[in-house]
């Protein structure tokens, strides 16, 4: 499926990589052709009015003020995304795109968290997945030499663009905005992090988990290990796993979602262990046997690890882990490649990474 250029920056998400466009917009908006200079006026104009409303100091407003504010600040959002949208679009070749691309990428991370967080947690899986380069290339290809830019400055400008909105809504959606901050490839993520950690009005029970995002042991680009005797006996080295795709699935018997994504898993393991896929499981049950209870019930033959610290203090938590299922994936040459993905995406990231050179 094709985006239209006047489609905003999320739909173009959507879109891209196989979403239905008809549930983010039921129609398409017809615009005058203007030229790259009138629409960068204004963007400029749009982002100046857009920094204005943010600086409000919403503690000393009240309730119905402060809501205004809120709104005031999420429509021009709106309208910045919109525009930046339109000009990256239009005009690819122009030495502004990436600015564009900044501008609408802020706006839209402030429009998401004031106004539409559950589009906005798809659009984090697809601006920090691992297709996003090769998904823009294929369906884009005026933007496709600028694809490993433009998602840096997404990513990274969706960040600022939720500090920047936390002073309107600081513990809003607490769970999405630390999926974004996991997920992020760049300083970006601990820039959101760092920012969660120390602000007073987020919940003790979620600084602890930026804290572990913060610190935690593997980053994404970077080398994976992971090293254990499972349930059963079998020794596991990540090291020796090298020129396989790796799946590593963080999970509890105590947990439903974990449970019931387990036949997908065994599915996608069937299917391309032939070609070099492996899957480790990293268990946070208490006890041993309700973790054995599942694995034989659902006959699961891959191996397991019992991490007994759990999301404090074991391996998940050293991970940055904080809720499960996690399903992390690395690449053939032991690469951290993506933390969090999505269990409906996940057959086409194994693709994408079984298809790269070891």
């Given amino acids: 499926m094709k985006c239209s250029q006047s489609f905003s920056l999320l739909a173009l998400f959507v879109c891209v990589l ?23 006026k204004q963007i400029v104009s749009g982002r100046a009015a857009l920094d204005q409303a943010m600086v409000i100091d919403v503690g000393t407003l009240s309730i119905e003020n402060r809501e205004a504010a809120r709104k005031r600040a999420a429509d021009l959002a709106s309208k910045l995304e919109e525009t930046a949208n339109d000009f990256w679009f239009e005009f690819p070749n122009d030495t502004n795109l990436l600015s564009a691309v ?32 090769s998904e823009l290339t294929k369906d884009t290809p005026s933007l496709s030499r600028h694809a490993k830019a433009i998602r840096e400055v997404c990513e990274s400008n969706l960040v600022a663009g939720v500090i920047a909105a936390l002073h309107f809504q600081p513990t809003n959606n607490l769970g999405i905005l630390f999926h974004l901050a996991q997920k992020a490839k760049n300083e970006a993520g601990k820039s959101l992090v ?31 290990s992971i090293k254990f005797t499972g349930f059963d006996g079998r020794k596991v080295d990540s090291q020796k796993m090298r020129g396989k795709v790796l799946l590593v699935n963080f999970w509890g018997s105590y947990c439903p ?5 387990i036949p997908k898993l065994k599915s996608l393991h069937k299917k391309y262990r032939s ?9 946070l049950d208490r006890e041993i046997k309700s973790a054995l209870k599942v694995i034989k019930g659902k006959e699961i033959t891959w191996p397991n690890m019992m991490d007994a610290g759990g999301l404090e203090n074991g391996f998940a938590g050293k991970c940055g882990i904080f809720w499960i299922p996690n399903n992390w994936l690395v690449d053939k040459k032991g690469n951290l490649r993506e933390i969090a993905a999505d ?11 079984l298809a790269e050179a070891p």
Avoid: M
């Fill in 275 to 283: 070609r070099g896929f492996e899957i480790v499981g990293v268990n």
């Fill in 18 to 40: 196989g979403g239905n466009i008809s549930s983010v917009f039921a129609v398409e908006l017809t615009k005058p052709k203007l030229s790259a200079t009138e629409i960068w």
């Fill in 102 to 133: 900044a501008h609408c990428a802020y706006a839209l991370g402030i429009e998401a968290a004031l106004a539409h967080q559950g589009l906005f947690s798809k659009a984090i899986d697809r601006i920090t997945g691992i297709e996003f380069e």
């Fill in 343 to 353: 269990a409906d995406d996940l057959e086409k990231k194994i693709k994408l990474l």
């Fill in 257 to 261: 979602s974990c449970v019931t994504e």
């Fill in 194 to 224: 760092r920012e969660l950690f120390t602000n007073s009005l987020v919940p003790s029970v979620w600084t602890e988990s930026a804290s572990n995002i913060l610190n935690r042991r593997f980053s994404i680009g970077q080398p994976f």
